[in-house]
Structure formats: C-alpha cells, structure tokens
T-cell receptor
Framework: DGGITQSPKYLFRKEGQNVTLSCEQN?????MYWYRQDPGQGLRLIYY???????QKGDIAEGYSVSREKKESFPLTVTSAQKNPTAFYLC??????????????FGPGTRLTVL | RKEVEQDPGPFNVPEGATVAFNCTYS??????FFWYRQDCRKEPKLLMS???SGNEDGRFTAQLNRASQYISLLIRDSKLSDSATYLC?????????????FGTGTRLKVLA
C-alpha cells in the first residue's frame, strides 16, 4: 500500500533533550512538509522540501531542524531550543508545491509531550 | 485578517439534515482549494479538491466563488459518521513561493 508513515506515534521527552521524528513516504512524491497542530489551532508549517537535498523554513522553524537526504524520507528534529514543543506533529507529501491541485497527503502524526 | 477563515462551529445538526460550510480566503492569487476532514486526534484526510466549475462526490458538493473569494462545502443527508472537523485549505502564492494555508476548521456534530 502506498502512503506515509510516521514514528513513533507517541513520544515523551525531558526538557533539554533533542528528539527526532521519522517520516517516510512511498508515494514517489517530490515535496514533503512538516506541520505542527496545537489544540484549537490550524496547522502551522515548520519546514518543507521540494526536492532531495533542499528544504526551506516555514512559518515556525525556530527550534527545529530537518534533512532530506532521500526522496522518501524527511526526518524532523525538535531541539532543546524549541520553547513549547508539546504538540501534534504531522508530516505530509505532495507531487509538487506549485500549480494546480497537488493534493497533500498526511501521515498519522506523532504526539510529542515534554515532561 | 487571517489568510483563510472558517466559522469554528460547532454545527449541531440532526441526522439527515443538509449543512453548509463556508471558507473565505484573502489572497486573490490563490491557485487551488481543498476540503479535508479531520477526526479527533487523527490526521487530516482529503475529502475533495474544489474545481472552478464546482464538483460533487456523493453527498458532498464543493463550490468556488473567485469573485467573492470563498469556497463552500455542502453535505446532504448527514450521517452520524460525518461528525468531524472540516478544514479548508488554500494553495496560494506569497513572495513567489507557493504555500498551503489551512483554516482552523469547522466542527460538525451530527446528532441521532
């Protein structure tokens, strides 16, 4: 089955620790994205990548880092510099970023809690 | 003004009712439009893309009004399983970069 997988589903982190969230897709999509969702709020873009070995900051990139070494993988690291990391993190992919009707498809998400 | 605005609801409707949601967007250069459904503590799932001529998928109808800059979603014959949050998404260009802008969602509760 084609799709997007994220792991782990739940993650608990102590303050001061860095953690890495995994995102893998087998849809052969060029573009991948990371979003953060807080209760009662819309999705906010953290980083996105249009092609391998290239990525751009989104609206709330501070305290996060990414890499895109392979087309199918786009891991997100939440660093200790992120002030309020507790949130629901969603990874998505699409065939492209510009133009008509490149629908985004989402992974099941990772719920991160900082203790 | 937010780039994409939705009425947060909740819309409480009885089974079998027809319900409509609107979503307004501020950037007239927006290219494409989508409705997603999100269940509690789950990921958003694509419900339908919104085409200029309007489109229908079973009980769901989506419309685009570029002149007034809004899209709509109509659900006919509501089912209990339609209870969810419906997200409006607009693909828009800002400073030469295309971005997907999400509304905060409209919550629907279908009551037995």
């Amino acid at each position: 089955d084609g799709g997007i997988t994220q792991s782990p589903k739940y993650l608990f982190r102590k303050e001061g620790q860095n953690v890495t969230l995994s995102c893998e897709q087998n849809l052969n999509h060029d573009a991948m994205y990371w979003y953060r969702q807080d209760p009662g709020q819309g999705l906010r873009l953290i980083y996105y990548s249009q092609i391998v070995n290239d990525f751009q900051k989104g609206d709330i990139a501070e305290g996060y880092s990414v890499s895109r070494e392979k087309k199918e993988s786009f891991p997100l690291t939440v660093t200790s510099a992120q002030k309020n990391p507790t949130a629901f993190y969603l990874c998505a992919s699409s065939r492209g970023t510009s133009g008509s009707f490149y629908e985004q498809f989402f992974g099941p998400g990772t719920r991160l809690t900082v203790l | 003004r937010k780039e994409v605005e939705q009425d947060p609801g909740p819309f409480n409707v009885p089974e079998g009712a027809t319900v409509a949601f609107n979503c307004t967007y501020s950037n007239s250069a927006s290219q494409s439009f989508f409705w997603y459904r999100q269940d509690c503590r789950k990921e958003p799932k694509l419900l339908m893309s919104v085409y200029s001529s309007g489109n229908e998928d079973g009980r769901f109808t989506a419309q685009l009004n570029r002149a007034s800059q809004y899209i709509s979603l109509l659900i006919r014959d509501s089912k209990l399983s339609d209870s969810a949050t419906y997200l409006c998404v607009v693909n828009t260009v800002t400073s030469g970069t295309y971005k997907y802008i999400f509304g905060t969602g409209t919550r629907l509760k279908v009551l037995a």
